[in-house]
């Protein structure tokens, strides 16, 4: 039982009632938007996800931008990711993922500005939106959930009793549910179980 988990869970089931009862909103950007996240602290090998994911979409030719928060940086504001820039100015993990998809990330407190300014900048087909499943200042088409084998044991976070996967699985949400066998999982460790449909953006033709 992690301590951690039980303030993460308490400010997260505050947060989603704010935002089910309407006192907080979601703002909606024109393209679609998939969420890669987890449902506790810590590590769940979401960047590692995020390239994973990132290089399925490039083999069937959809083009995409990565929105993140890009924490640890010391910089304040939205930006452009420059792959070859500092990780005070942009942050560690929105330079990986830069380098090894090399596709355009954008990083900022607010991932609906961010999102604004990748529309406004790039013509990608979708966004897909870093650590963002408990973001819901930004509305989602599609929630990818990281699950570790913790989670999984943690009785602070059942499955059938969390809030924000509860929000995740409603009708209007499609959601998959992905299990990561260790704390830095590699392509080979991933375990899916959808349980909506794909969104329409992963259906786009490929290009010619």
Not at 81 to 97: R, W
């Amino acid at each position: 039982m992690n301590p951690l988990s039980a303030i993460y869970g308490a400010s997260v089931w505050v947060r989603n009632r704010l935002y089910d009862r309407g006192i907080l909103q979601s703002r909606r950007l024109s393209r679609p938007v998939i969420s890669v996240g987890n449902i506790s602290v810590g590590g769940s090998g979401k960047t590692p996800f995020v390239i994973l994911l990132g290089e399925l979409l490039k083999k069937r030719g959809i083009t995409f931008d990565v929105l993140s928060r890009g924490y640890g940086r010391k910089s304040r504001g939205v930006f452009v990711v420059d792959p070859n820039g500092s990780s005070q100015e942009f942050g560690d993990e929105p330079i990986l993922i830069a380098k090894r998809l090399g596709c355009s990330v954008v990083v900022g407190e607010s991932r609906y500005q961010a999102g604004l300014l990748a529309e406004a900048k790039f013509k990608s087909q979708l966004h897909i939106l870093d650590d963002g499943f408990q973001h819901r200042s930004l509305a989602r088409d599609f929630d990818i959930v990281l699950v570790t084998s913790e989670d999984l044991q943690d009785r602070l976070l059942p499955m059938s009793s969390n809030s924000g996967w509860k929000e995740s699985k409603s009708p209007q949400k499609s959601s998959i549910a992905t299990t990561t066998l260790t704390r830095a999982p590699t392509s080979a460790t991933f375990l899916s179980c959808a349980t909506g449909p794909a969104p329409a953006a992963l259906s786009l033709p490929r290009k010619m």
